[in-house]
């Protein structure tokens, strides 16, 4: 049977004290989600937050060919590299 696309929305909430690494993250983290089938990208970001305080400030989405392809990017030496950098953002 085959798998249906699936999609991952992305909820980013960045370490506005370190734009450098979330801007570095960013430039590796979309390649790799390229090189496991992710396309058809979609930003969008927080342009007002009308309620509260410290919200999302962008969301991205991303069309995989499958949910076992996210997680295979998710186990893949690719990915967990960037756990460190990541952790700054």
Known sequence: MAENKTFLIINAVPNTEDIPSFQS???????????????????????????????????????????????????SDDFNALNELRKRI
């Open 25 to 75: 993250y960013l430039s590796q983290i979309v390649g790799i989600f390229i090189k496991f089938g992710g396309s058809n990208m979609q930003r969008f970001k927080t342009m007002e937050q009308i309620m509260g305080n410290g919200g999302i400030k962008a969301i991205a989405v991303f069309e995989f060919p499958s949910a076992q392809s996210i997680k295979d990017m998710y186990a």
